[in-house]
């Protein structure tokens, strides 16, 4: 999407056509600073450091790194050594192994002097397709937001609330909750954003706010309390989020506090819908109470970043001295709470019946 | 309560019989000041600089304020310019007026001679009278922790929610929401507290947490987010929170996102409970949707206040600059979601019924 009116990707290949470059996400919203990646370590570190965050992301990042490591030295080893670089970086990213996974098939059977072109052009791909799953969402979510906007006078303001960051930053291009919304504002509807701060990362006050506020689409930043408020007082039109982990049966597990707002939605009738590329969905799990939440460290809680008036980043501790935390970092939302998932595939009722029939081909797998 | 030991109040008559000693609420969680007040001024600036906050204790505080200027100068004219000094220093204050009236009432007839020694035994009565509610409301409260430990295996934890602070700090003493806490730990039962970070202004893991802790509670911060997740687990077994003001038909308006922990807590059958002493029932006001919500200032949730790792304070910038804010103080939990208003003279339905029966006197009245 646009910084100040010019186009980016969260990753590319840089006009040398070699080395690659990536928006540097740690210093997100205080500084937008342009990382050059030139070899696999450095394509590692950037996974490990959160240089790049967001699944989708991740994966092209790491398909990037195994093209970086061909680049250096085409052989077997070489290959190999890279492979288990990066599938060391998170392990528990999903994409990430598919990603890498994808590479190392069409890569190792290949001699080693053809194997840094068709690293570069697979690695394109994987950043391509991503991009164009999210537009398939992006058109899929823009109907919804479009029957909203028929129900309202011509030119009022559709108000849609998110919650943490499932934009164009998780992903190569474009987000999975945030694409109809960039569509939307596109074509000329008139949209406006309430972001959820989401507590404790602040992903939603640091990126979201900052992506959208770049591309030029109206929002506003609210503490996660204050959905329930909006949406008692007819704010709140709809609400789209991104997800981690969908169970086959169309329970959605996303970021803490996701649940909340979704109690909210159906207390007040306003539609609740679930962006999600169809990876996300986990056949394999039948019933969202099986998914097991990440506890995660204290330190987010009790410690915030930001940046003094002098233009410091500082990084101040806001909880008293020995009291304990408790940080898990996601929720799980019931299907019977959510309008719809907005899949790349169409927008599906939250059931094993809708999701195994747009998704046959997955019914076995995760 | 007791801060490490030894027992506080948040406002007390110094040993000279004169001065008014004050906890620093400005420095915590951070640093346990106390302030002496040794004037009217003084005590105004209190209240207008936030050292002490809390509507009885803004009462309390105003009340003392007076018996300080009498203390100086027992006069008419100094008794007016003391009203009108300690009036204006948070006009929205409820208590504030009821208590600087109490004492004009008290003081006004009498000759100047006489007024210094009145002054001080009624502000000391006002600040007994406001201890004296919430004992009563930790009698009350007491009872329904007690008739849920009694489902449980004896010596198990009772897992109370509260959000924001309606603690000690607020109050002269035991709190409002946090009394029946208090009353249940003092007599040994064993209970744990999931603490509400609230944000904006975070005076769950600033104040709660921090009185909690000082007094010996086991408790546990969490972010806003949290609440959900905890019950749909089983970890909460009953929610606990103060409120701001209380409509006729038992709405309670308190600090956003307590209509979240409600929701969520009716959607997992956990029992959620307002404790309040009854000047908060607003007979005037029918139904909660007429309660007008304070939008606060924007710096509340792009900034945070907090140590540094080398001891300093300082103020972070946490939002992008240029993103918008919206920042409601309050939301609205409407009376079908709350289990029972813990009052003073018993636990009621939230209903006109029961909020009348109860408080005959104050029918005609806000």
Redesign the interface.
């Known amino acids: 999407m646009k910084v100040d009116g010019r186009h980016f990707r969260t990753i590319w290949l840089e006009p040398d056509r070699w080395s690659v470059g990536a928006i540097d996400q740690r210093r ?3 500084e937008f600073i342009i990382a050059r990646l030139v070899s696999a370590e450095e394509a590692a570190d950037a996974i490990r450091t959160m240089l790049v965050r967001g699944a989708p992301l991740i994966g092209a990042t790491a398909a990037y790194g195994m093209a970086l490591a061909m680049h250096a030295d085409p052989s077997d080893a070489a290959l190999d050594r890279a492979y288990k670089l990066l599938i060391a970086t998170r392990p528990t990213a999903i994409n990430l192994k598919w990603a890498l996974d994808q590479m190392a098939a069409a890569l190792r059977p290949l001699a080693p002097s053809v194997r840094g072109e068709a690293a570069y052009k697979r690695a394109g791909e994987i950043a391509n397709e991503d991009v164009g799953i999210n537009q398939a969402i992006g058109s899929h979510g823009l109907e919804v937001i479009e029957a909203i906007a028929a129900t309202k006078k011509a030119g009022d303001t559709v108000n849609i609330l998110t919650h943490c960051n499932a934009g164009w930053l998780a992903t190569v291009d474009w987000g999975t909750a945030t694409a109809p919304i960039y569509r939307a504002h596109d074509m000329g509807l008139n949209v406006h954003v ?2 959820d ?4 990362r ?1 992903q939603g ?2 990126l979201t ?2 992506e959208l ?1 770049h591309h030029g689409v109206p ?12 949406m ?1 007082h007819g704010m709140v039109d709809l609400a789209i989020v991104g997800t981690d982990r969908v169970a086959a049966n169309g329970d959605v597990c996303n ?3 996701t ?3 979704a ?2 939605a159906r ?1 007040n009738g306003v539609p609740f819908y679930v962006a999600l590329p169809s990876p996300t969905i986990d056949f394999s799990i039948k019933d969202g109470r099986e998914i097991p ?1 990440e506890q995660r460290a204290a330190s987010e ?9 002098d233009g410091r ?8 001295e ?7 970092g ?3 939302t019931p299907a019977r709470l959510v309008t719809g998932l907005i899949t790349e595939r169409g927008v599906l009722r939250p059931d094993h019946a809708a999701l195994a029939s747009a998704f046959p081909e997955r019914t076995g797998t995760r």
Chains 1, 2 share one sequence.
Request: net charge neutral; aromatic share 8%; charged share 15%.
């Open positions: 997100l919203p205080h309430w972001v701060e989401t507590r404790p602040n006050a640091s706010a900052w506020g929002h506003t930043v609210i503490p996660d309390n204050t959905g329930g408020h909006l008692q970021k803490i506090g649940y909340l707002k109690l909210a207390d939440i809680v009790t410690h915030m970043s930001g940046r003094t008036a980043i500082e990084i101040v501790r806001v909880v008293p020995g009291s304990p935390i408790a940080n898990y996601f929720d799980v």
